[in-house]
């Protein structure tokens, strides 16, 4: 049912993008919107965003990072091999509007995820300046798309081997001073989301994160995904996963999603030796 | 007659606790054809039957007992099947004491017929020794019908409505079918195998199951009208966490039972690294509530390896409104009861995970209006106890993802949808509803006969219109 019809590697590999047979979920997705895929029988269900899709072909695109065992189980299948369950569009859609001047920031696969939102702000008639950054040049992905979909593209590595040398949110900085933002997108690992937003809180600048929780059902089921917002508690699967920036508590989500370190540590382990055997 | 009420109640063979308590495979063993016989034989056959006005479905309990009593025993699983297509799930399931056995003419004096033990007996050995036939089809009538959501109340209408020579689709969120039969209550209770196999049956039937669709996201229900439906039921169960809004509950180590038993049960967490998906094994568990849902994340807890498990309820052993078999058989288990007590707040380690949660005690003061009496607070009573994994089972709540998106179906306050409770009509034309989404969770049985009340409804709809 859901087969891989293309698949790319990025930033040396440690990215994968597949493009997935999903007529039912293409029809329907929006951009901010994601699925849950699940390899095989015996496989987690792992929520990713949609990065693209088309529904003429009833294909959407996932663009992943491979950090534990089951993002390395994902990238281990090829063109023409299947996933068993892929369940969407989940989540509610971005609220685009036009506004006038935004800041669209991305951090690592966190771009992945931003450049849709990207291309539906630029297309409702924003100016839309975009700021993506990665550790260093090889790392970086999606720079011509970025590109493509924003007024005015910055660059910035943390070592300084390509573009700005630093933080994107030294040039989000920058353009706050600069410019009058009405709205900054931020997208990326929780540390950069949460710098970004005290950043964008000094200059009182509504800021949107998407966030990015453990999750099991992502139909609002079982509470896993639960995230502080404003002293109340959401679900990011159903409430999400976009919220206020500045409303969030980031640490909380950092520590939630350490729940599982030891566990990760053991699968992903026990996968790589299966490998190399 | 004096010699029936001799025979003492055929006890069932069980896992011994001491072995069970480590193991998911399932505590009762099921009867012997001998002792089936023997259990039939208890039965007085009486001329008027109060052990049927017990059963939610009316399954003809005299007749399936004589029928196993001499021996039928396909017979006895037909006239089963007459009233109650899931019973394999039922015999294990249902709250006999306060349903048909509750109501059996000996329960007065001492046991009732082991209504529930033969009915699983039947089930059991028609899977066995069956020959797996077909009931009869009628001829296809060319209209469809879409099922939502493959708990046992959808499934009862897919059954149902299939036989009657409808096309019918059963469209589930989760990635296999079966409802809380196969996400919520864990194989050492009901093997999953039991719930596929009826599934499987189904769709020999002709059902067609969809799984991976979101109805409310994927599609919705005015579009699946769009689609060519000719009618819509609604079975999508109460699937809402609820929690208790005290600080501290986002701290890792505190579960929502539905998560708790999802990754147990469905995700097969209790097979960790074979299957993918974690769960934190806690050594000092406490679960809050004290239901079934309770009952089964507490021996869950205690199979994945704890040293202590404690049930922690607000209110007092008379008000627990899990099965009594469950109770039972947690408590053979080593689970301990902390009644009268409830959370104030939990308590965190440096990296956030649960260690303490402290409570206070209460007492019973004046009826509250669920005719129970209600607890309160004993005020500076507070204590603390420690803990490294808490499941919250103190309920479910409607889940919106379907009612949010469907126009002109009425809810009630709490989000439950309004439906006849004769027909299962909804507000909304051509749209039925029914178990734990209309009536907040309840029981498989209740939901199965809600779905046989609306797949009589929806066939006379389809037949002569609405
Ligand atoms: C709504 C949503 C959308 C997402 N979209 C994307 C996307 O488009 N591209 C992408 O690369 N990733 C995305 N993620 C994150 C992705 O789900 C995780 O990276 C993935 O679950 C990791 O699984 P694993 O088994 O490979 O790694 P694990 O072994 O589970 O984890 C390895 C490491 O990743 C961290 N981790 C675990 N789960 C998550 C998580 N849910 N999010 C972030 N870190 C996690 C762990 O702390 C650990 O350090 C999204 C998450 C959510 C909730
Ligand atoms: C842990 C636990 C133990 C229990 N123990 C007992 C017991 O011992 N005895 C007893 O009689 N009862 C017990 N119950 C209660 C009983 O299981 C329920 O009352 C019964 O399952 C309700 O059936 P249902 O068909 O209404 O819904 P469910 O069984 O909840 O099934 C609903 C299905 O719909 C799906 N769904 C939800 N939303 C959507 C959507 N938008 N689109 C598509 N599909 C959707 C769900 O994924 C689910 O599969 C227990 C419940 C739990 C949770
Ligand atoms: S369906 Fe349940 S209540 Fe009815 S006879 Fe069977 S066990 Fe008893
Ligand atoms: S009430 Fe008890 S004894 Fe009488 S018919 Fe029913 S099961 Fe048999
Ligand atoms: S993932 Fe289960 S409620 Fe969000």
């Excluded at chain 1, 002293?231 to 729940?259: I, N, W, Y």
């Amino acid at each position: 049912m859901f087969e891989i019809l293309r698949r790319e590697e990025m930033a040396g590999g440690t990215v994968v993008l597949n493009e997935i047979s999903a007529p039912l979920i293409a029809r329907k997705a929006k951009p901010g919107q994601f699925v849950i895929l699940k390899a095989n029988e015996t496989g987690e269900r792992i929520p990713l965003t949609m990065a693209d899709t088309d529904p003429t072909k009833g294909t959407i695109t996932i663009i992943y990072q491979v950090v534990g065992k089951s993002t390395a189980l994902f990238k281990s299948m090829q063109r023409g091999e299947q996933f068993q369950d892929v369940i969407g569009p989940l989540g509610s859609p971005t609220h685009l509007e036009k506004l006038g001047t935004v800041v669209c920031v991305g951090g690592g696969t966190g771009v992945a995820v931003l450049h849709p939102i990207t291309r539906g702000l630029k297309d409702l008639g924003n100016h839309v300046i975009a700021v993506i950054g990665a550790r260093t040049k090889d790392l970086l992905i999606l720079e011509d798309k970025m590109k493509a979909a924003s007024h005015e593209l910055h660059v910035c590595t943390d070592d300084g081997s390509y573009g700005h040398h630093g933080f994107v949110t030294e040039v989000l900085k920058q353009i706050l001073e600069e410019k009058d933002v009405k709205l900054v997108v931020g997208i990326g690992p929780v540390p950069m989301m949460k710098f970004l937003c005290k950043l964008t809180a000094e200059y009182k600048v509504k800021t949107m994160v998407s966030l990015n929780p453990i999750m099991v059902d992502g139909t609002g089921m079982c509470g896993c995904c639960r995230v502080t917002v404003g002293g109340e508690t959401k679900f990011a699967c159903v409430d999400g996963p976009e919220f206020d920036g500045h409303q969030v508590d980031f640490d909380e989500l950092m520590q939630r999603l350490s729940s599982y370190k030891e566990e990760e540590a053991l699968a992903y382990e026990q996968h790589t030796c299966q490998c190399q055997a | 007659m004096a010699k029936a009420e001799k025979i003492p109640r055929q006890p069932m063979p069980e896992q011994d606790p001491q072995v069970r308590k480590r193991n998911f495979d399932e505590v009762p063993l099921g009867y012997t054809e001998e002792q089936a016989v023997k259990e039939a034989e208890r039965c007085l056959q009486c001329k008027k039957p109060s052990c049927i006005e017990g059963c939610p479905v009316s399954v003809e309990i005299p007749a399936f007992i004589k029928l196993i009593r001499e021996g039928e025993f396909t017979k006895a699983i037909h006239k089963i099947w007459e009233r109650n297509s899931l019973p394999a799930v039922c015999g294990r399931v249902c709250p006999q004491e306060i349903q048909c056995e509750g109501r059996c003419i000996l329960a007065k004096k001492g046991d009732p017929v082991a209504i529930g033990n033969l009915e699983r007996f039947a089930a059991d050995w028609e899977r066995a020794h069956g020959k797996g036939e077909l009931p009869p089809k009628a001829e296809p009538t060319g209209k469809r019908v879409a099922v939502v959501g493959s708990g046992p109340s959808g499934l009862t209408v897919a059954g149902d409505l299939v036989l009657k020579g409808h096309h019918v689709t059963v469209f589930e969120a989760f990635h296999k079918p079966g409802g809380v039969l196969v996400y919520g209550i864990p194989e050492f209770r009901l093997p999953k195998e039991i719930v596929f196999q009826e599934v499987n049956f189904l769709e020999r039937l002709g059902v067609e199951v969809q799984c991976n669709v979101v109805v409310g996201r994927t599609v919705i229900v005015d579009e699946l009208f769009e689609e060519g439906y000719d009618a819509v039921y609604v079975g999508v169960g109460a699937g809402l966490p609820r929690f208790l809004n005290v600080p501290g509950e986002n701290l890792i180590g505190i579960y929502s039972a539905n998560e708790y038993l999802t990754r147990a049960n469905l995700m097969k967490a209790y097979l960790f690294p074979e299957y993918d998906t974690p769960i934190v094994k806690g050594k000092d568990v406490v679960v809050l509530g004290a239901g079934n849902v309770a009952m089964d994340s507490a021996r869950t807890a205690m199979r994945l390896g704890a040293d202590r498990v404690r049930i922690v309820y607000r209110r007092s052993r008379e008000e627990m409104p899990a099965r009594a078999a469950e109770i039972h058989h947690a408590e053979e288990e080593g689970i301990e009861f902390f009644l009268l007590t409830n959370p104030k707040r939990f308590i965190g380690d440096d990296q956030g995970r649960v260690k303490a949660m402290e409570c206070i005690r209460m007492e019973l003061g004046e009826p509250d209006e669920s005719g129970r009496r209600r607890p309160v607070p004993v005020e500076g009573s507070e204590f603390t106890m420690e803990c490294d994994l808490v499941v919250i089972a103190v309920g479910a709540g409607a889940n919106p993802l379907l009612t949010q998106t469907t126009e002109g179906l009425a809810l009630n306050k709490w989000g439950y949808i309004v439906a006849d409770p004769e027909t299962g009509k909804t507000t909304k034309k051509g749209v039925w509803a029914g178990g734990d989404i209309v009536t907040g969770q309840a029981t498989v049985i209740l939901a199965m006969g809600a779905g046989r009340k609306a797949s009589d409804s929806i066939h006379k709809y389809l037949t002569w219109g609405w």
